[in-house]
């Protein structure tokens, strides 16, 4: 089983805080993405980073920022959440081919 | 060009049944097609994946079929059980960063 993890699981917030979403793995993976995902619709990649102190936008674009100071830890920080950040909150992470999934993040924002 | 189109949308399939998924892309580039598994409240997994260099590839019950003249290939559930219920992505990518452009995913639902 893939050892990444994401937290919150859940979080609902209020329009105009700012909100950092956790994402770790253990598996020393150099590759790691931050995506968007509307409950079971497609996949929208929103971060990447291949490396420490490396990081790029993704194809969909976002108000987000992300930061990768430690291999294993790669957070995205929302400075301002609005109703249209409602979403769900992938993280992945990989060193070949294949990309290990966390379990998500639910975002809500009222 | 970079697309990858897939469909159905969604499929509802009996229990015992075959279940197909399709994908089309266009880029040729694209040398690594995996398919995806995404269960409610959970992130995707890796189900199986296939190279270009073969034209099927089968693990268990399920079975890609790759197709490189038409740009085409497809995932196969063969007896298909009300546990295969899930979301399936198709993905493809391109060289060493393994950068997945995905489909837009098909809701499968077996029924009993």
């Known amino acids: 089983e893939a050892d990444i993890y994401q937290t919150p699981r859940y979080l609902v917030i209020g329009t105009g805080k700012k909100i950092t979403l956790e994402c770790s793995q253990t598996?020393?993976?150099?590759?790691m993405y931050w995506y968007q995902q509307d409950p079971g619709m497609e996949l929208h990649l929103i971060h990447y980073?291949?490396?420490?102190?490396?990081?790029e936008k993704g194809d969909l674009s976002s108000e987000s920022t992300v930061s990768r100071i430690r291999t294993e830890h790669f957070p995205l920080t929302l400075e301002s959440a609005r109703p249209s950040h409602t979403s769900q909150y992938l993280c992945?992470?990989?060193?070949?081919?294949?990309?290990?999934f966390g379990p998500g993040t639910r975002l809500t924002v009222l | 060009q970079q697309q990858v189109k897939q469909s159905p949308q969604s499929l509802i399939v009996q229990k015992g049944g075959i279940s197909i998924i399709n994908c089309a892309y266009e880029n040729t580039a694209f040398d690594y097609f995996p398919w995806y598994q995404q269960f409610p409240g959970k992130g995707p997994a890796l189900l199986i994946a296939i190279r270009p260099d073969v034209s099927e590839k089968k693990e268990g019950r399920f079975t890609i079929s790759f197709n490189k003249s038409a740009k085409q290939f497809s995932l196969h559930i063969m007896d298909s059980q009300p546990g295969d219920s899930a979301t399936y992505f198709c993905a493809a990518s391109m060289g060493s960063n393994y950068q997945l452009i995905w489909g837009a995913g098909t809701k499968l639902i077996i029924k009993p």
């Open positions: 598996m020393g993976h150099d590759k």
């Open positions: 992945a992470s990989s060193e070949l081919s294949e990309q290990f």
């Open positions: 980073s291949y490396g420490v102190n490396s990081t």
